[in-house]
């Protein structure tokens, strides 16, 4: 079965930058469409941004417009969130999910997930 695993996350201060990465193991990616999602502290986990298996990225959440941006490389089996202008409110767990199909903000859709990766935004 697939494999996914983040990472990336870290301590930054309001309006830096982190990368976030997502290695998918053991099948090629061309099929999948994968998604960011993130999960805040008493909040419902939330999707963030998604990218089709044709490499047509969707924005999940009006939040992150304009500052977070996610790329694929299949032949590196990866797919990468860029986070600019972070903010507090982009606190949370970020994690990966993977599905065969169309993007979707619904995460019950997609079928591997990986850990998740913590990221805090703070002064």
């Known amino acids: 079965q697939l494999q996914v695993a983040e990472s990336g996350g870290g301590l930054v201060q309001p309006g830096g930058s982190l990368r976030l990465s997502c290695a998918v193991s053991?099948?090629?990616?061309?099929?999948?469409?994968i998604a960011w999602f993130r999960q805040g502290p008493g909040k419902e986990r939330e999707g963030v941004s998604c990218?089709?298996?044709?490499?047509?990225?969707?924005t999940l959440a009006d939040a992150v417009k304009g500052r977070f941006t996610i790329s694929r490389d299949n032949a590196k089996r990866m797919v990468y969130l860029q986070m600019n202008s972070l903010k507090t409110e982009d606190t949370g767990r970020y994690y990966c999910?993977?599905?065969?199909?169309?993007?979707?903000?619904?995460?019950?859709?997609?079928?591997?997930w990986g850990q998740g990766t913590e990221v805090t935004v703070s002064s």
């Open positions: 053991q099948f090629p990616l061309d099929f999948y469409a």
């Open positions: 999910g993977t599905r065969i199909g169309d993007c979707s903000g619904h995460n019950y859709l997609y079928d591997y």
């Open positions: 990218i089709s298996s044709r490499g047509e990225p969707t």
